[in-house]
């Protein structure tokens, strides 16, 4: 593995990125395209899902626990609440408004985000981004009424985003960080950032996940005991 942390943005938010992060990645490839039960789970995801194996989500975290509770300053374990295969299924053209603006995870900076490509950089990336008018970045249960309430005033100001996924510098937000979609590398970060997927203007939603944007999306909680 190579392995780097980035602080990204004003607030120097922690970013882990590693690279090769798993001895066999093609197999996890192989076992979502065995799924049948690929299916729609939020309404915020703009695609489809099926549970990764278990044994796959231990490992890596186990493989990484170290490394995070290092960077994050975590003194207690670390509860994997969810980890899926999820496959972008939506055209750009029928994404809903709040799938075409960055968004957070939660507020709860004990929550972190494990992002793992099984794709190529042909289908974009991940970016996070700062909020122009109330300079957020970091989205705190605090500050999230004043926040949301902001970007709905520009909304309806402004009127809706155009579609297709954020990419790149708006008069709303600004991109602070970008990451590529490299196949078999992982991103590691608090999910109260301010983050979108990005995908090329031409692409073309396929169920097949070997030819598809395919990721395993782990969610931790830190400091559980």
Not at 160 to 183: H, S, V
Not at 191 to 197: A, Q, R
Request: glycine share 8%.
């Amino acid at each position: 593995m190579e392995i780097r942390t980035d602080l990204i943005g004003a607030a120097r938010s922690p970013v882990i990125v590693i690279e090769d992060a798993w001895a066999d990645p093609h197999s996890l490839v192989d076992v979502a395209r065995g799924r049948t039960d690929f299916s729609a789970r939020s309404l915020y995801y703009p695609g489809v899902r099926s549970t990764a194996p278990p044994g796959y989500t231990r490992a890596l975290v186990t493989q990484l626990d170290e490394l995070i509770r290092s960077t994050f300053g975590i003194a207690g374990a670390l509860t994997i609440t969810d980890s899926t295969f999820s496959l972008v299924a939506t055209p750009l053209e029928r994404l809903v408004g709040f799938q075409r603006v960055p968004h957070f995870d939660s507020t709860d900076p004990n929550r972190l985000a494990v992002l793992h490509y099984l794709c190529g950089p042909e289908f974009g990336g991940t970016a996070f981004y700062r909020h122009r008018s109330t300079g957020t970045e970091v989205v705190t249960e605090s500050g999230r009424e004043d926040y949301l309430r902001a970007v709905n005033a520009e909304v309806k100001s402004s009127g809706m985003p155009p579609p297709g996924f954020i990419d790149g510098d708006t008069p709303t937000f600004e991109r602070i960080a970008r990451y590529e979609c490299r196949f078999n590398r992982v991103l590691v970060y608090r999910g109260h950032l301010l983050h979108s997927v990005n995908i090329p203007k031409d692409f073309v939603p396929t169920p097949d996940p070997r030819a598809g944007r395919l990721t395993i999306n782990t969610f931790l909680l830190a400091g559980a005991s």
